[in-house]
């Protein structure tokens, strides 16, 4: 079983809809919770960032951490075209800090 | 421009020359991570230095590739020997601790073997 399963399959969604994405883990000592948004060629680029259980929300986007279920999720509300990227999620369980990934949602956002 | 730098951007080489990744932190950071992206995959932990010191290299393989972070310079990824499965693009990442901060990633080395 893999430390963490993202269902890698492409997202097209119209302008104005809500983006969700999720990811599952396996691991129990996973304590942090990122959300990196990737754009083609480009390095990530930290979107969403939680510690533990709960919720946390940045403008149009809502970051979601069950602990209980080990799944994550991502929403995109008012989803824009400048929206269209791979997003990426990763845990990591703290100490030396090494993350671990999923393989990402690449989401194109249709005017 | 505080953010990770890597150079070179691009990288060609024919296999079984050596490629070196150069990777310098965000300013005031002294943890760096190496992570590795074939492609179709996510991004695969490959190494953890501080200065001077390997601390996790548990995703390096084992033969051909390593990595350090001298007192002086940037952190080096060195991969001896290449073969056309090396190609992908290496992200470097930094933290200020690793109590759990955030990393912040460099723009990337694309490596292609020939």
């Known amino acids: 079983q893999k430390e963490v399963e993202q269902d890698p399959g492409p997202l097209s969604v119209p302008e104005g809809a809500i983006v969700s994405l999720n990811c599952t883990y396996s691991?129990?000592?996973?304590?942090?919770f990122m959300w990196y948004r990737q754009y083609s060629r480009k390095g990530p680029e930290l979107l969403m960032y939680t510690y533990s259980s709960g919720n946390k929300e940045d403008g149009r986007f809502t970051a979601q951490v069950d602990k209980s279920s080990k799944y994550i999720s991502l929403f995109i509300r008012d989803s824009q075209p400048s929206d269209s990227a791979t997003y990426l999620c990763a845990m990591s369980a703290g100490g030396n800090n090494r993350l671990a990934f999923g393989k990402g949602n690449q989401v194109v956002v249709i005017p | 421009n505080a953010g990770v730098m890597q150079n070179p951007r691009h990288l060609v080489r024919r296999r079984g020359q050596e490629a070196r990744l150069r990777c310098s932190p965000m300013k005031g950071h002294s943890h760096v991570y190496w992570y590795r992206q074939l492609p179709e995959e996510g991004l695969k932990f490959m190494v953890y230095?501080?200065?001077?010191?390997?601390?996790?290299e548990s995703g390096m393989p084992k033969e051909r590739f390593s990595a350090e972070f001298p007192k002086e310079g940037p952190s080096i990824l060195r991969i001896q020997q290449v073969v056309r499965g090396d190609s992908a693009a290496y992200f470097c990442?930094?933290?200020?601790?690793?109590?759990?901060?955030?990393?912040?990633f460099g723009p990337g080395t694309r490596l292609l073997v020939l």
């Open positions: 691991n129990s000592a996973f304590q942090y």
């Open positions: 230095l501080q200065k001077e010191n390997i601390i996790d």
């Open positions: 990442a930094s933290t200020g601790s690793s109590g759990g901060e955030t990393q912040y």
